[in-house]
């Protein structure tokens, strides 16, 4: 089932070379329609999953029995909203790319390639396999950016490619160490994610080893100072790059963090709580400071990524229940709202062919709906309680603060700040009188985009309201987690640590 989920988007792929060129009229409708085979399947796998620590569904058949590499895959509580996530996703980018009217087979297909890309890095069991589909994922998008960005897309996509990979190489040579080790000490050569963190390293040799694998993942993150890429990227891509780009690929690297490294090295996970908390609260104020001054709303959005994904590592590295869960689901939230930000900008962007703030002002008189649509993703984005957003939030902030409690301090200004730049924004380009003549006869959302929008806002609300149906299936991966770190190492988990301790402590208060 797992490697359907992969291949169903590298045959729909296939289906899609195989229509004529000149029926451009088939192309994105059918990648469309093709693309909601994968969200079908990872619906079925999220109804099917249970509530238990471990990985379900795993599916194992050897590669290359030499070198001990396997086709491994496996779910859990962790990877099993980023699967959902992402096919729910990709059809809607695609269904936002009318506005591509050059070759949209080609477009279709490098989409749906890079579907199955990171679907599998949320699947991958087996480190080489892993490192494949990561660095695979590289290829589609750089030619997205490339051939349908803006007039800067070269420059962007080379530097997207040349950073991301020239950190996946550091990871590489990690993979590759800890698979030499595994083997002098087990006389087999393997990569199962399972057997490579059974590796006794010595306290050195383990502190390099995250270094490479944890400079890879914030690269792709990207936590700061290694976001430079991002704006440039985000910026240059065209809608349906940057939906993917914000609502997935940025996740890679929270979720590698999560997944590999707290796992792989767990000593020196617990000895950098100090260093990533600091980079993660350091990006968190910076992007948001530096998102209010921004001229382009489109960048200025992206830059919400850098400060949003800094509350992502800050709740990974406090190594508690709440902040890893909140961590979690806050991979999905951010990929809603900001993936649907993005959506809205590309909708005004194909109306008034600008991103500059300054040539707005006054849309909520001519387009409402718009307005309204663009207004609730703030409050969402904003962490408003009862939207998605909060939920993420406040379990990150709440599990932080036991372990980080002056970063976590200084993270929450980072709550006031998105509200200062979110809402400046708003009221630039919304509200007043429409002055300038190209925006007075603006036309409101149509049909089709309300549609697009309409499925991210109920998901937003249903997250906001109901966060149970997710943390119920994230938290026994979590606890798993923090229980494997506590086996290994000497550190405990802080009181009040889990949720449930949380919750006690307040009611005998």
């Given at each position: 089932m797992l490697t359907a989920l992969i291949l169903l988007p590298v045959a729909a792929a296939v289906v899609m070379m195989v229509v004529p060129a000149r029926r451009q009229e088939l192309h994105l409708p059918l990648g469309i329609a093709l693309s909601v085979l994968p969200l079908a399947l990872a619906g079925y796998v999220f109804w099917i999953f249970e509530p238990a620590p471990g990985f379900q569904l795993v599916e194992l058949v050897s590669w290359y029995e030499p070198w001990g590499i396997n086709w491994f895959l496996g779910i859990d509580g962790i990877s099993l909203p980023m699967v959902v996530l992402t096919t729910f996703l990709v059809p809607?980018?695609?269904?936002?790319?009318?506005?591509i009217k050059t070759k949209t087979k080609e477009f279709v297909v490098y989409i749906l390639?890079?579907?199955?890309?990171?679907?599998?890095?949320?699947?991958?069991?087996?480190?080489?396999?892993?490192?494949?589909?990561?660095?695979?994922?590289?290829?589609?998008?750089?030619?997205i950016i490339g051939i349908w960005g803006g007039e800067r897309r070269v420059y962007a996509a080379v530097k997207f490619f040349i950073y991301t990979a020239l950190g996946s190489a550091l990871m590489l040579g990690g993979i590759i160490a800890?698979?030499?080790?595994?083997?002098?000490?087990f006389g087999s050569p393997s990569f199962a994610f399972g057997d490579l963190a059974s590796v006794d390293l010595s306290p050195g040799s383990e502190r390099w080893l995250f270094a490479s694998f944890a400079l890879a993942f914030a690269i792709k993150v990207p936590l700061f100072p290694f976001h430079t890429w991002l704006p440039d990227a985000h910026v240059e891509a065209p809608t349906a790059g940057s939906v993917l780009l914000a609502g997935v690929?940025?996740?890679?690297?929270?979720?590698?963090?999560?997944?590999?490294?707290?796992?792989?090295?767990?000593?020196?996970?617990?000895?950098?709580?100090?260093?990533?908390?600091?980079?993660?609260?350091?990006?968190?104020?910076?992007?948001?400071?530096?998102?209010?001054?921004?001229?382009?709303?489109?960048?200025?959005?992206?830059?919400?990524?850098?400060?949003?994904?800094?509350?992502?590592?800050?709740?990974?590295?406090?190594?508690?229940?709440g902040g890893l869960q909140g961590a979690v689901i806050q991979n999905v939230n951010h990929g809603l709202t900001t993936g649907a930000l993005f959506l809205l900008v590309g909708m005004i962007y194909e109306r008034r062919h600008t991103k500059k703030i300054e040539d707005f002002g006054g849309l909520q008189k001519v387009m409402p709906i718009y307005a309204g649509f663009f207004l609730f993703m703030i409050f969402a984005s904003i962490g408003l309680p009862g939207l998605n957003g909060f939920v993420g939030e406040f379990l990150i902030l709440i599990g932080?603060?036991?372990?980080?409690?002056?970063?976590?301090?200084?993270a929450a200004g980072g709550v006031i700040l998105a509200a200062i730049y979110l809402l400046w924004a708003?009221?630039?380009?919304?509200?007043?009188?429409?002055?300038?003549?190209?925006?007075?006869?603006?036309?409101?959302?149509?049909?089709?985009?309300?549609?697009?929008l309409a499925p991210i806002v109920a998901l937003v609300l249903v997250l906001g309201l109901f966060p149970g149906i997710l943390l119920d299936k994230i938290s026994p991966s979590t606890e798993a987690v923090l229980d494997y770190i506590e086996d290994q190492t000497a550190y405990v988990v802080p009181e009040p640590g889990r949720l449930a301790d949380v919750y006690l402590a307040g009611e005998d208060r």
């Open positions: 809607i980018a695609l269904a936002a790319s009318t506005s390639l890079l579907e199955a890309g990171m679907i599998g890095v949320f699947l991958a069991l087996d480190l080489f396999l892993f490192f494949v589909f990561f660095e695979a994922i590289l290829i589609p998008m750089y030619f800890l698979a030499v080790s595994y083997s002098s000490q690929l940025l996740k890679l690297g929270t979720y590698g963090l999560l997944r590999f490294n707290l796992a792989l090295f767990p000593e020196a996970s617990v000895e950098a709580v100090p260093i990533m908390g600091t980079l993660a609260v350091v990006g968190i104020i910076y992007g948001a400071v530096v998102a209010i001054v921004q001229p382009d709303l489109k960048k200025l959005v992206a830059y919400t990524s850098v400060s949003h994904l800094g509350f992502i590592v800050l709740g990974t590295f406090a190594l508690t229940s932080s603060y036991t372990t980080l409690p002056a970063l976590t301090v200084v708003y009221e630039r380009v919304f509200t007043g009188v429409p002055d300038k003549e190209e925006n007075k006869a603006l036309s409101d959302l149509s049909a089709r985009e309300i549609s697009l």
